[in-house]
């Protein structure tokens, strides 16, 4: 079986997100393919996805291009042209600070499922992030070593050629 160390990028960052499991489900079934942050890191990354809740753990890793900062009212368009969302809703998301973060979700590998009970009873520095975390940091390497030789169990590209020529539109 294909390990997940095959598809990481030793160039880019690693990071661990946090997401509820609805959001987790439409990303590996590719219906779901930018995810909304009111602010976020600012570069390409890869990220190991803990799903948040009791039975949650490690399912998911994804691949994702440059973020997209704008204005809540662009965030609403490419949102709604991308993703189907509803505008007003997005808007709404965005417009307290009146900008936001589209990150675009590139590839989506499912995983064999690490449960949350594993993660935090073998390692010691396990901690299901608010945000965001470095998982290229020394203080845990013990974990991304181990999430490393995770099986996956489907790949899902998402495609995005078409997508940044839409969104190019939109830009201009």
């Not at 291009?65 to 949102?79: F, N, T």
Request: proline content about 4%; overall charge positive.
């Amino acid at each position: 079986m294909l390990k997940i160390k095959t598809f990481i990028d030793p160039l880019r960052k690693t990071l661990l997100i946090s997401l509820h499991p609805p959001y987790v489900k439409q990303i590996e079934n590719g219906t779901k393919v930018i995810e909304y942050r009111k602010s976020f890191f600012k570069h390409p990354f890869q990220a190991f996805v803990y799903t948040t809740g009791k039975h949650g753990g490690i399912e998911l890793f994804i691949k994702c291009g440059q973020p997209i900062i704008g204005e809540a009212k662009l965030m609403a368009r490419i949102g709604q042209k991308i993703q189907n969302d509803n505008y007003q809703e997005t808007y709404q998301y965005f417009i307290k600070k009146n900008q936001g973060v589209i990150i675009p979700i590139l590839k989506a590998i499912s995983l064999k499922k690490i449960s949350k009970n594993y993660l935090f009873s073998h390692f010691k520095n396990f901690s299901a992030p608010q945000s965001y975390l470095f998982l290229n940091r020394a203080d845990k390497k013990n974990i991304l070593g181990y999430l490393k030789n995770d099986e996956c169990v489907r790949v899902e590209d998402n495609q995005w050629n078409e997508k940044y020529k839409e969104i190019n539109e939109i830009l201009k």
